[in-house]
């Protein structure tokens, strides 16, 4: 059935069962194509009910369906006319694993971040309804979402007469637990079209006895809500003026169907509350939703990665370093934003319990908290992806450097980030932060680094930040390099350097290759590697230009604004008269691809970064 729907118009005259065979041909197309590419695995098999019935009672894409943060949007992808291309999802010039508003008119918004989605949904509503267009507009939201603090905000600005259904997609936590059977059985009776059409019955013939009428109906609506907060923990969402529906099984198409009709009818500001299981349909990812969340390439028999080889990530490393340190110091402490184990905190939550906190999604929220800890003599380390850390920047501008408080911040996944697209690139980071007074930017290339950068970090003052990619260190001969305080140093033999090279990070392997090139072809390298990328000693490392026909800076990370930028300007102010090229990453939002490839496309490979020393000494 699957290849045959184009459109969520195909799906408007199939019945319950024939859905439930399109939902089970999803699942294995998801399964399938996951093993093989990777993805988000468990929170896209959770909601492909969900998802089928909002498509065949929705219509897409005059009404406007969003998905926060996006990572369960495959079933919505397969259903909007890229079955065809679904086996190119997180490839090359294929589909991205995230809705994308360039990619096609069924995906409104480009989203890769948690607690978005509503406000952008309250904004989309309510120009519908200043066009009066009567279109629906759907937001599709997690529970985990729901400690991003942006979602309240939007609330708090959602007017109960938008024609906006708030699918709060409940698959690991109760926001609105019940209790006992009755609740259970209340439950029931509210997902059947029978309770509906006779509360509709109802409400239409005493309506109409003269003077009493609407009294009787309001009377026994005041009951009957009385009734329903004795057993749902639900008073929250409608005194804000959205009406609660729920909880449903999400992964019932009937039940589900009756409940998103009738919030349909309503004509207003509407959540309804479906509860779905992570992983459904494919039992090692129900065993295992952690795992299963996003995953690489895996066999799907087994479950197990695909990988011939596991190595120690940058992530692993960083953990378990911190663990050690925090071991030997009471005073440090983790914190991250529903990341713990992403970001390699998993020893450390098991370990030192008391000295680890998850703020849930609310990265804001993680930086003041951390403040909070450090005005009381702590060291607060703050792991998170660099691609969140942007919606840090407020933060760590008032209330951490404004007030020169220590904290540090350390961020994974820095640099090009493979397969998940313009939403989770790490290249934005420096030239953030190096703008922030008071702010030390470490950048470890190898685990040794690591170590030590993170050491000096927690030992610092003010603003520290350790950065580092995701995977493992380059192989490659490191032992050439000289160290000094803050930056190593590759020398091709005494005098007469002619081109030199400043870098730093993971993309130093590539430059060491290109400088071999270049010394095979009679010119005379030196390189300069950063470990702390800012601020830099410039007196220290000027005497390295000096003779020198070009200077070729090669930075993982923006242009504009970035560290090479900052080192050029200031060989301006400080007289250094010698030719200067920066390869950096011009276009400001990356697409998705693997790591080579991005190496490819922008110029960082040693025959790219060989051939454009050479073009710029003519």
């Known amino acids: 059935m699957l290849e045959n729907v184009h459109s969520p118009n195909d799906l408007k005259n199939l019945n319950i069962k024939q859905l439930e065979k399109l939902s089970e041909e999803i699942r294995e197309k998801i399964i399938s194509t996951v093993s093989e590419n990777g993805g988000h695995l468990g929170s896209n098999l959770g909601i492909v009910e969900t998802t089928v019935v909002l498509h065949k009672i929705f219509d897409f894409p ?9 990572h369960q949007c495959y079933t ?14 997180r490839k090359s010039d294929g589909i991205s694993g995230f809705t994308n508003r360039f990619e096609s008119e069924y995906d ?9 989605a509503l406000s952008a949904a309250i904004g989309i509503a309510t120009a519908e309804k200043m066009k009066n267009s009567g279109a629906y507009t759907v937001a599709v939201i997690g529970d985990g979402s729901f400690s991003n603090g942006m979602v309240y905000e939007a609330m708090n600005n959602c ?9 709060l997609n409940d698959n690991e936590m109760s926001i609105s637990s019940s209790v006992g059977s009755l609740a259970k059985h209340l439950s029931k009776i509210r997902t059947s079209g ?19 009428g609407i009294k009787i109906v309001n009377f026994v609506r005041h009951i009957k809500n009385g009734i329903k907060r004795m057993f749902y923990k639900q008073p929250f969402f409608e005194p804000l003026g959205i009406k609660y529906f729920g909880p449903v099984d999400g992964n019932d198409i009937e039940k589900l169907s009756v409940v998103i009709n009738e919030a349909k009818k309503k004509n207003a500001c509407v959540l309804v509350h479906v509860k779905t299981k992570k992983g459904k349909g494919y039992k090692i990812a129900e065993e295992n939703p952690e795992k299963f969340h996003s995953i690489g390439p895996f066999d799907v028999v087994t479950g197990e990665k695909k990988s011939i080889e596991e190595t120690k990530s940058f992530s692993a490393m960083f953990g378990e370093t911190l663990c050690e340190m925090a071991q030997k110091d009471e005073r440090i402490c983790a914190i991250t934003s529903a990341m713990k184990d992403g970001t390699g905190l998993s020893e450390f939550s098991e370990k030192i319990k008391n000295r680890f906190f998850d703020v849930g999604i609310a990265e804001e929220h993680e930086i003041t908290f951390a403040s909070g800890l450090a005005l009381s003599g702590l060291i607060p380390v703050c792991a998170v992806y660099s691609t969140f850390a942007q919606r840090m920047y407020d933060q760590l501008i008032h209330d951490v450097s404004l007030q020169k408080l220590h904290i540090v911040l350390a961020l994974d996944r820095a640099g090009f980030v493979s397969c998940d697209g313009e939403t989770h690139q790490g290249i934005f980071d420096c030239a953030m932060i190096s703008n922030i007074p008071g702010a030390e930017i470490y950048s470890p290339e190898n685990f040794y680094e690591l170590k030590d950068c993170l050491e000096k970090a927690l030992y610092g003052d003010g603003l520290d930040v350790v950065r580092y990619p995701k995977g493992a260190p380059a192989v490659y001969e490191r032992t050439k390099f000289v160290k000094f305080d803050g930056f190593d140093v590759y020398n091709d033999g005494e005098g007469g350097t002619e081109v030199v090279f400043v870098t730093y990070g993971r993309i130093t392997a590539n430059v060491y290759e290109a400088a071999q090139m270049l010394i095979n072809d009679g010119l005379k390298v030196c390189i300069i590697k950063l470990v702390k990328v800012y601020p830099v000693d410039f007196e220290k490392i000027k005497q390295y230009f000096e003779g020198a026909k070009f200077v070729c800076f090669v930075e993982e990370g923006i242009k504009s604004g970035g560290i090479s930028e900052k080192i050029s300007s200031c060989m301006q102010m400080n007289g250094v008269s010698v030719k200067t090229g920066i390869i950096a990453v011009n276009e400001a939002f990356p697409k998705h691809m693997n790591v080579k490839e991005f190496d490819e496309k922008y110029g960082f490979t040693p025959e790219q970064i060989h051939s454009f020393v050479l073009l710029s000494l003519r």
């Open 159 to 167: 007017s109960p007469d938008l024609k906006l259904i708030i699918i």
């Open 76 to 89: 919505h992808k397969l259903l909007t006319d890229r079955f065809l291309n679904f086996g190119t999802l």
């Open 108 to 116: 409104t918004v480009t989203s890769g971040h948690s607690g978005a």
């Open 62 to 70: 005059k009404d406007k369906i969003l998905f926060d943060v996006s």
């Open 194 to 212: 029978r309770y509906y059409r006779i509360k509709r019955n109802f409400q239409a013939v005493f309506s109409k006895i003269p003077f009493i």
